[in-house]
């Protein structure tokens, strides 16, 4: 797999377009990471760690409004392997007018747009979500 971040943004797209109550993905610390991020900003009610056979999953549980709308109307993959997209501090942007995050690779770890500008830093843009 040569991006394992854009498979893990595809499986929360199609688990949340078919309205399933969690998706399983192949485990790592960096999706772990983002999403963490996903559930301090409310998009993903929670995750945890499964072993599954000789290797762990990361099973994500996601979010649905109380009459069943999709908490996650979009999300895309900024910075790719073949085009890396780093943004500083200054130019750390809301999305959608703040209704959506961006999520950061930072020094001090994933981070959403608004925990990197109260942090004052910037790092790789790796995704957005609304």
């Not at 996650?72 to 959608?96: F, L, M, N």
Request: hydrophobic fraction near 35%.
């Amino acid at each position: 797999m040569t991006d394992p971040i854009a498979d893990l943004l595809t499986r929360i797209r199609n688990g949340v377009h078919v309205e399933r109550p969690y998706v399983d993905v192949p485990f790592s610390r960096l999706k772990v990471a983002i999403v963490q991020a996903l559930q301090r900003e409310g998009f993903v009610w929670d995750h945890e760690v499964v072993e599954s056979g000789n290797h762990r999953v990361l099973r994500v549980n996601l979010k649905y409004g109380p009459n069943g709308e999709h908490v996650i109307q979009h999300i895309e993959r900024v910075s790719k392997p073949g085009c890396r997209v780093y943004i500083a501090v200054s130019d750390v942007k809301d999305v959608r007018q703040g209704t959506g995050i961006s999520v950061l690779s930072t020094s001090r770890g994933v981070l959403s747009n608004r925990e990197a500008r109260r942090q004052g830093i910037g790092g790789e843009l790796l995704c957005q979500v609304w």
